[in-house]
């Protein structure tokens, strides 16, 4: 039987459906010199676009910049010359940190398990709820279920009926990649999602069968599909909050960079992946003040520009990683699925990131003997 994803059968609140609006695409610019906006191919270019593929190293962004001009060849011969560092990873990409747009990779567009990267989307979509239902994260609490407290894994540590305030299991959850953090957060949001929508300033009956079809984790879920619709993440489904015991909790490299890149924009998960550990001051199921300390399982962070933003490991998806590398004059979204070793994981990023910064100076060196092929490869490199 073909298992599909969940999919709503409730009515979210008017004010979260309201947050949630699709960005307007830009529109398409004319190319130079073409009133139908298409480039003619040559023979020689079919050829040369053919051996990138057969590499499985995306250049489209390049590709569909390149014009007949100055340094063409010279961009070319980088483009197949600079072949990338040997890595472990089954799939891996380097994108712009600001767009989340790809510039390099391999496998990127491969759907595989993402682990604990899961709780990216999670804490995305919760904070985005937060805002939208105009919640304080600072001191509004929730509760541990028994449920929670009982998830294996990589753990927060966190005890039936443990309250803690919404922004120290976002922590929690982020920092030692808590699954039980995940799903105290989870149910929150998710019984939030449930309550039903007032109808003509009269309350709605409180169980509909809209509403008993879903738990309020599963209804979390199912905005998080959402989410992952609205931003056309379409190499992307989950079924849990925290991406363990489900082979179906999938993603692609490209889907994570472009996910990450949008997450890194916000203050407070910028500000909560960067620290290295936290200590939350919560309470336990009898009141008494519960202290509550997380180390990041992030090994890099700090070092070679690295300031966020997640790691993930399962037998079945392998070592994960999701890093933010902000450079002086780079600034890059790097991820990698499924390396052979956990150590394997941080070597790896440092050579990806010394291989991206060669490549594009050279590029950058070459564009500058004509302005307007520089603006045409360089267009979108904006932070060069």
């Known amino acids: 039987m073909i298992r599909r994803p969940p999919r709503s059968t409730h009515c979210i609140s008017s004010a979260a459906s309201d947050v949630y609006k699709r960005q307007p695409q830009n529109p398409k610019t004319p190319c130079a010199g073409s009133t139908g906006c298409r480039l003619e191919v ?9 051996k990138l593929y057969s590499q499985d190293i995306s ?18 011969k980088i483009l197949t010359e600079l072949s990338p560092p040997f890595i472990s990873a089954k799939s ?4 712009d940190g600001r767009t989340g747009q790809v510039l390099f990779g ?19 979509v919760a904070l985005r709820l937060s805002f939208a239902l105009n919640i304080d994260l600072y001191h509004t609490y929730a509760t541990a279920s028994e449920h929670a407290a009982s998830v294996g894994g990589t753990s927060a540590m966190l005890k039936d009926k443990d309250k803690l305030s919404l922004i120290d299991l976002m922590y929690g959850m982020l920092l030692p990649s808590g699954n039980d953090a995940a799903i105290v957060v989870a149910e929150y949001f998710g019984s939030l999602l449930l309550k039903p929508k007032p109808k003509d300033k ?10 008993e079809a879903l738990n309020p984790e599963m209804a979390f879920v199912v905005e998080m599909n959402s989410m992952a619709k609205q931003l056309k993440l379409s190499g992307t489904v989950f079924w849990n909050p925290h991406g363990l015991y489900s082979y179906s909790n999938r993603s692609t490299a490209a889907d994570l960079a472009r996910l990450s890149s949008l997450a890194m924009r916000d203050a407070t998960f910028r500000d909560i992946v960067s620290k290295k550990s936290y200590i939350a001051i919560g309470y336990d199921s009898a009141a008494k003040e519960k202290e509550f300390f ?9 070092k070679g520009g690295c300031n966020g933003i997640k790691t993930g490991v399962t037998d079945t998806a392998g070592p994960c990683l999701v890093t933010n590398i902000k450079l002086k004059a780079f600034c890059f979204i790097i991820v990698l699925l499924n390396s052979k ?14 291989w991206a910064i060669e490549r594009l100076r050279q590029i950058e060196k070459i564009s500058k003997k004509s302005k307007k092929y520089k603006r045409k490869v360089l267009r979108t490199f904006k932070h060069i």
């Open 42 to 50: 040559n023979h020689a270019e079919r050829l040369f676009k053919y």
């Open 294 to 302: 997380w180390q990041n399982t992030n090994k890099i962070l700090g």
């Open 59 to 76: 250049h489209k962004m390049l590709l569909k910049s390149m014009q007949p001009g100055c340094g063409q060849i010279e961009i070319r």
């Open 202 to 211: 009269k309350p709605a009956p409180v169980n509909t069968p809209q509403n």
């Open 106 to 124: 391999k496998g990127d567009s491969d759907k595989r398990e993402i682990a604990s990267l899961t709780k990216i989307m999670t804490a995305y």
């Open 92 to 95: 891996w990409a380097i994108a």
């Open 341 to 354: 070793t956990m150590d394997a994981r941080w070597d790896e990023v440092g050579k990806l990131k010394e």
